[in-house]
């Protein structure tokens, strides 16, 4: 892949967290029954902003887990989606909870319907929402993020790279194109 193109710093990424934060909190009319789940990998450090935004913002502490969504991946069978289902952490019982799932990019819809398959298998929530940093199209699924910290419309060519402190040495947000040369 080639880098073609900055497009969020650092403080941009923050930023758009922080609004996420507070949208969240104004839809859902405080933090009252939430969870945040973060999908595997870079979904995971863009949750605990949000867990450390409304701990700021509201004073709350909200439960936070990890999904590993390769668990319910379409192309694995359903013996080893159980075998992986120990990878995900739950924090606490999901029944009636409002789950808010995130993950750094939404493209085909395939990671979040995985991760939603994820939590159905472990609880019944009460709803889930869907908050992703970057929305760059060519939905596969019928889904819609509930929360988007920015709408990039991509080419097929082109991928996002999202690159954070906590996976990463440098930090933002990409656009690249893949070098068929190789």
């Known amino acids: 892949m080639v880098e073609k193109a900055l497009l969020m710093d650092e403080l941009a990424v923050r930023r758009a967290m922080a609004r996420i934060t507070h949208e969240i909190i104004e839809k859902n009319r405080g933090v009252e029954s939430l969870c945040i789940m ?52 739950f924090p606490c019982d999901l029944h009636d909870k409002l789950v808010i799932l995130v993950d750094d990019v939404l493209y085909t819809g395939r990671t979040a319907r995985a991760a939603m398959e994820s939590v159905f298998a472990y609880a019944r929530p009460r709803a889930i929402q869907l908050a992703v940093l970057i929305d760059r199209g060519h939905r596969e699924l019928p889904i819609r993020p509930d929360y988007v910290g920015k709408n990039i419309p991509t080419s097929k060519n082109e991928r996002i790279s999202v690159r954070l402190a906590d996976t990463d040495s440098d930090k933002g947000v990409y656009l690249c194109t893949v070098d068929d040369a190789g």
């Open 38 to 89: 973060g999908a595997k990998k870079r979904g995971v450090p863009l949750a605990l902003m949000l867990k450390d935004n409304i701990k700021r913002f509201e004073n709350a502490d909200v439960p936070f887990g990890v999904l590993d969504i390769s668990t319910f991946r379409d192309d694995i069978s359903p013996e080893e989606q159980v075998r992986l289902l120990a990878d995900c952490h």
